[in-house]
Structures are given as structure tokens and as C-alpha cells.
């Protein structure tokens, strides 16, 4: 069974969209079936992804709201091994029209249980907001990958979602684990930076992930071109440290599924 990975963060502009289109690019790139689900009624994950706008499309709207199979919602991408699930604006619409459904938590991980088995790894872009939409990808993840920036207003903010995550265990989904902690637009030549990242590395441990993502023009140029970084300058360094990030995610993902071998009494 596949790996469903939040990418959330309730701050704005911290690289969401940019860090769900490139990881998930990166999974496929290395030959892992791949799913991206754009939660975000911005909708920048799918036009990121080539996809215009089209009211008419079967989008994470229809998934939560129950009118539409899942399996009628994936659209292919440029990559041969990733596929999307779009967003569009009305999902601003499923934040009010939930409030009084039925398992209204539950409704993405409901969506997403048939599509399990297919991919080994499903990407959630989350709203920059804790709200409905980003309650429902939290319960509907096995785990949560948070991109920050290396700025003191980011340290108190990830408090918040932190909090977020512990009432879902409590409340929805206790097996909702943190994949990692993602340093993004990230210059090491700052002493900014590298106390910020001594802070976390303090309070996270290993959870802060080995890869940092640099500020890189490619990177934001990219989503202008209906591409990932890994197709529209693969040899930038925002490509490269996602390829990266993708490896060490996906190594921690084997190291967890290996069987434990058992030492036989002599």
C-alpha cells in the first residue's frame, strides 16, 4: 500500500505548491507510480502541471463532495508515472458545504482508499489554511511534510500546525506521523539561516530533512511553463534537491517496509 504524504503548512508562501509539484515530479522521475491531489483552491498545483483551468473537469471538489469516482478524476501529466487529481476555485465552496455532512473528516480518505494499491506515493497540496480542506488531507495522510522558510515568524507558526497535527491524532487519525521538516528558499550563507536551522535541528532531530531547497529563479520559473523544475532545467539546483529530497524520502519509506531480520539461536 502507497504512502500519502501532506505537504502543509497554514503559512503562505513558504513553497507548498512549489515542494508537492516537484516532489511528486521526482517520485515518477524515478519510476515510482505517483499521484499529486491539488487541495488547494488556488489550484497552482495543476496549472503548475500544465492543466488550464476548466470548470467542467472532475476535480478534488467532486471527490469530497461524492460526485465522482476517483478513478474518473486522474488526469495524466508530461511524466509518464505521475498523475493528478485538479483543484478548481469551487472548492472554496466545499469549506461551507461540509459543514453539516455526514464523516465530513473523512471524505478524502474515503476518496483515496480505492487508488491506495495503484501508487506508492500520493501527494496532497494543502491550502495555506487550517481549515476543512486541510483537515481532510491530514486524516487522509499516513504523514505530513511541512516546507519553512529559516525565518524566527516560521518557528512560531509551525507551533500552531504542530498543535493541528496532535489534535488529529487524538481526535481522527493516530497513525498521522511527520515525514519531515523542509528548510526551502534557503541561503546557508546567512547567520539567520544557520541559527534557525540549529533551533530545529534541536527540537526536530532527524525529522529535519538532510535536503534544503535554495532560492532558485529556475524553480520559480518553472510553474510558468506547465513543467517541474526536473523538466524545465533539470541540472538547476531547486531540480536537483528535490531529486534529492525524493531519494532520502524514498529510502526512509524502504527502510520502514524492510522486514526485521530475527537472529537464529546458534
Not at 491539488?38 to 492543466?51: E, I, T, Y
Not at 472548492?91 to 473523512?106: S, Y
Amino acid at each position: 500500500m502507497g504512502r500519502v504524504i501532506a505537504v502543509a503548512n497554514q503559512k503562505g508562501g513558504v513553497g507548498k505548491t512549489t515542494t508537492a509539484i516537484n516532489l511528486a515530479s521526482s517520485f515518477a522521475a524515478a519510476e515510482v507510480n505517483s499521484l499529486l491531489v491539488d487541495c488547494d483552491p488556488q489550484s497552482n498545483a495543476s496549472s503548475g502541471l500544465g492543466l488550464a483551468k476548466d470548470a467542467q473537469r472532475i476535480s478534488t471538489y467532486h471527490l469530497l463532495m461524492g460526485a465522482a469516482a476517483p478513478e474518473e478524476s486522474l488526469q495524466p501529466t508530461v511524466l509518464e508515472q505521475l498523475w493528478l487529481i485538479p483543484a478548481h476555485k469551487n472548492l472554496i465552496g466545499a469549506n461551507i458545504e461540509l459543514v453539516d455532512a455526514e464523516a465530513r473528516e473523512f471524505r478524502l480518505r474515503n476518496a483515496l482508499a480505492s487508488l491506495r494499491d495503484r501508487f506508492q506515493f500520493i501527494v496532497l497540496d494543502c491550502p495555506p489554511a487550517l481549515d476543512l480542506l486541510t483537515l481532510n488531507a491530514l486524516v487522509a495522510a499516513d504523514t505530513v511534510l511541512i516546507p519553512m522558510q529559516a525565518e524566527y515568524f516560521a518557528l512560531e507558526g509551525i507551533s500552531e500546525l504542530l498543535d493541528t497535527v496532535e489534535r488529529i491524532r487524538a481526535s481522527f487519525n493516530p497513525a498521522l506521523a511527520i515525514e519531515g521538516v523542509l528548510l526551502t528558499m534557503y541561503d546557508d550563507r546567512t547567520s539567520l539561516a544557520k541559527q534557525v536551522t540549529a533551533e530545529l535541528k534541536k527540537f526536530f532531530g532527524s525529522k529535519l530533512c538532510e535536503t534544503w531547497v535554495p532560492r532558485n529563479i529556475r524553480l520559480a520559473e518553472a510553474p510558468s511553463h506547465g513543467k517541474p523544475a526536473l523538466l524545465y532545467d533539470v541540472r538547476s539546483k531547486g531540480a536537483e534537491s528535490y531529486i534529492r529530497l525524493a531519494k532520502e524520502i524514498i529510502n526512509h519509506y524502504l527502510a520502514e517496509e524492510a522486514p526485521v531480520e530475527i537472529d537464529q539461536p546458534a
